[in-house]
Structure formats: structure tokens, C-alpha cells
């Protein structure tokens, strides 16, 4: 997903770790946190959200990669997520067949 002002990209591998890349190609940082698959980010918008393979929901601010809440969303892998237009309801879907939405912290 790429940041707000679009100079970013941000990515998740499978050792657990969020990784920010600068738009011309290099590394800015590397954090720890929870293996992320789906990404998402709203126009404008801080906050980024991620699903996980073990049913999380994981907000954290675009350029700390920080976790700011992790929720427990669903029974298996989170497949997708979305953030709404302002960024105040975030959307996630899962293997369980529900689509759950969420308060933006």
C-alpha cells in the first residue's frame, strides 16, 4: 500500500517484519510486527490497516509501523481490507465468509 503523499510503499513479509520503501527504490525502515497479508490505505489518511493469516486486524500509522490496536476479526485468514473515504471505518473480509467493519482508532 502505498503512503498518504504517495513517496512511499509500504510491505509485509512472512518473518514478521513491515517494511517501508521510498518511492526510488530503497530501504527507509524496518519494524517488527505481525505478518500482514492485505493492505490497506485511504486517500489522506494515516492510519493504515492490514489483515493477518490468523484472523487480525492490525491499524498502525503509515510511517511509524507501529501497531496502534489488533483485533481479533475473524476464524482464519483475513483476505481482504479497506479503508473508507476520511478514513473513519475500515472494512475486513475473511475466510470465515463475513465481511466485519471497524472503528478506526
Known sequence: AFTRDGAYVVSSADDQTL????????????????????????RGVEI????????????????QLAPL??????????????LAPGGHVAASAGA???VKLWKVP
Open 19 to 42: 517494511v517501508l520503501y521510498k518511492l526510488e527504490g530503497y530501504l527507509h525502515k524496518r519494524a517488527r510486527g505481525p505478518s500482514l497479508g492485505p493492505l490497506g490505505q485511504a
Open 48 to 63: 493504515m490497516v492490514g489483515g493477518t493469516w490468523n484472523g487480525r486486524v492490525v491499524f498502525f500509522r503509515e510511517l
Open 96 to 98: 470465515d465468509g463475513k
Open 69 to 82: 490496536k489488533v483485533l481479533s476479526a475473524h476464524r482464519g485468514p483475513v483476505h481482504a481490507v479497506a
